[in-house]
């Protein structure tokens, strides 16, 4: 009995190493394969959205993607039975986009008919939350995340700002241009401020007195600052991420956690003591 438990441990383990440990080769080869899976579902679920070829190819395509459907499928029961704590993985981050990457081929067969078609073709669109998959494999992802946390309450802010500076420059522009050079509103002159603060110009609503084209060249001056700031908020907080001290791919094989220091014996999360440490 405690040679079958000790057996099925093993096994276990070695499992685990192949899924969540990146650094050994196994794992390494089995991250590579995945990556390719993920980038070749990505290309079927862009090629059926083209008519011809889904209408030339269909069988083929769909063939396809049951395939990679059952291959994300074993590999998201194999990640769950392979850590002591499923639930960490099941309601964490990427297991919600595992699970949202591999069950719309499934409802498919659910929403069947034509009366369900929009539906179908609304569920199938969710296929490409696979490309998140990828994020996991992305050491830099990583730090990006980090910085993008960690400067969330500044980003907020300087949105807000933004939005502020929005609806003066909304209003200024309804006073000085007016609803018969299509300025009808305060909103519409909004969206006007909007897309000239971004420096994307349409041109569907252009002012035309010229103290309206006086204020539009100074809107479209600040936007060029403006655009700048979020990218600098982020690069000072990914340089800091960049100083911290470094941490390895090591999983727990209790709450699959991977975000340990180089010398840790134990979990940051949960304590389990890792293995080979």
Request: aromatic share 10%; glycine share 6%; with cysteine.
């Amino acid at each position: 009995m405690k040679q079958e438990q000790h057996t099925t441990k093993n096994w276990k383990n070695q499992l685990h190493d192949i899924i969540y440990e990146a650094d050994t080769p196994a794992g390494k080869w089995f991250d590579l394969i995945l990556i390719i899976v993920i980038l070749i579902s990505i290309l079927l679920v862009t090629l059926e959205s083209v008519d011809h070829i889904d209408k030339d190819y269909h069988d083929f395509l769909n063939i396809a993607e049951w395939v990679i459907t059952i291959l994300f499928t074993l590999e998201y029961i194999a990640r769950i039975i392979t850590i002591k704590k499923p639930s960490s993985y099941i309601f964490s981050f990427y297991g919600i986009i595992d699970f949202l990457a591999t069950i719309p081929k499934y409802l498919s067969l659910i929403f069947i008919g034509t009366h369900a078609l929009v539906a179908l073709r609304a569920l199938r669109l969710l296929r490409v939350f696979r490309i998140l998959k990828l994020t996991r494999y992305l050491g830099a992802s990583v730090n990006l995340i980090s910085a993008l946390k960690a400067s969330r309450i500044k980003i907020f802010v300087f949105l807000f700002s933004v939005l502020v500076i929005t609806i003066i420059l909304g209003t200024v522009m309804y006073l000085v241009e007016g609803p018969e050079n299509g300025f009808a509103n305060i909103p519409l002159s909004m969206y006007w401020a909007i897309v000239t603060l971004t420096t994307v110009g349409y041109g569907d609503l252009a002012p035309h007195t010229p103290m309206g084209q006086f204020i539009a060249s100074l809107v479209m001056i600040l936007g060029y600052g403006i655009i700048a700031v979020p990218t600098g908020i982020v690069t000072s907080e990914m340089t800091k991420q960049d100083a911290k001290i470094h941490t390895n791919t090591r999983s727990c094989s209790n709450c699959s956690f991977d975000k340990h220091m180089d010398n840790a014996v134990f979990c940051n999360r949960c304590g389990e003591k890792l293995k080979d440490a």
